[in-house]
T-cell receptor
Framework: RKEVEQDPGPFNVPEGATVAFNCTYS??????FFWYRQDCRKEPKLLMS???SGNEDGRFTAQLNRASQYISLLIRDSKLSDSATYLCVVNVIGPGGGNKLTFGTGTQLKVEL | DGGITQSPKYLFRKEGQNVTLSCEQN?????MYWYRQDPGQGLRLIYY???????QKGDIAEGYSVSREKKESFPLTVTSAQKNPTAFYLC?????????????FGSGTRLTVV
């Protein structure tokens, strides 16, 4: 089982739509969770951290369910500029015992007119 | 402005040659990381370093080497032993070990073997 799993998509949605992405992780000891955005041929950029109580940043809402080891990202009122790949990111214990972040393969979103 | 600088942006290498990718940060971050990304695939960890003069292998370290002689610098050498070196290489850093507050990425180096 992969450490972080996401539906690769693509999700093709009309402008103004609400879209939700899901992610599951395998390590129950994980403590830090994030959503990153990656534009085509660019580096990933931090979109938002994910907290147990859920958190919102403008049109974006992130939720964490520790019992189910499940993370979600909701985007409301989609814009053309939201088109990108969204990466689910979780920290895990590395082979040497150190913490490190593990990235999902990403979910591609295409917002269309 | 603080950030991570990777150079060069594009790099072409002949088969059998070693090549070194530069990564410099002025964020005063302790930990630094190297990832590789292939088309349509996720990021895979090559090496990481949590403090100066120490580093650990990631998931795909074979054919790569690193050094961490200064806090600001974490160069990656792609050796001739790496069988499929053509990829997008990303360097990242974090305030402390483990990326509790997330990673900051450089803009990447695209390596092509010709």
């Amino acid at each position: 089982r992969k450490e972080v799993e996401q539906d690769p998509g693509p999700f093709n949605v009309p402008e103004g739509a609400t879209v939700a992405f899901n992610c599951t992780y395998s390590n129950s000891a994980s403590q830090s969770f994030f959503w990153y955005r990656q534009d085509c041929r660019k580096e990933p950029k931090l979109l938002m951290s994910v907290y147990s109580s859920g958190n919102e940043d403008g049109r974006f809402t992130a939720q964490l369910n520790r019992a189910s080891q499940y993370i979600s990202l909701l985007i409301r009122d989609s814009k053309l500029s939201d088109s990108a790949t969204y990466l689910c990111v979780v920290n895990v214990i590395g082979p040497g015992g150190g913490n490190k972040l593990t990235f999902g393969t990403g979910t591609q979103l295409k917002v269309e007119l | 402005d603080g950030g991570i600088t990777q150079s060069p942006k594009y790099l072409f290498r002949k088969e059998g040659q070693n090549v070194t990718l530069s990564c410099e940060q002025n964020l005063n971050h302790d930990a630094m990381y190297w990832y590789r990304q292939d088309p349509g695939q996720g990021l895979r960890l090559i090496y990481y370093s949590q403090i100066v003069n120490d580093f650990q292998k990631g998931d795909i370290a074979e054919g790569y080497s690193v050094s961490r002689e200064k806090k600001e610098s974490f160069p990656l050498t792609v050796t001739s032993a790496q069988k499929n070196p053509t990829a997008f290489y990303l360097c990242a850093s974090s305030i402390g070990p483990g990326g509790k507050y997330g990673y900051t990425f450089g803009s990447g180096t695209r390596l092509t073997v010709v």
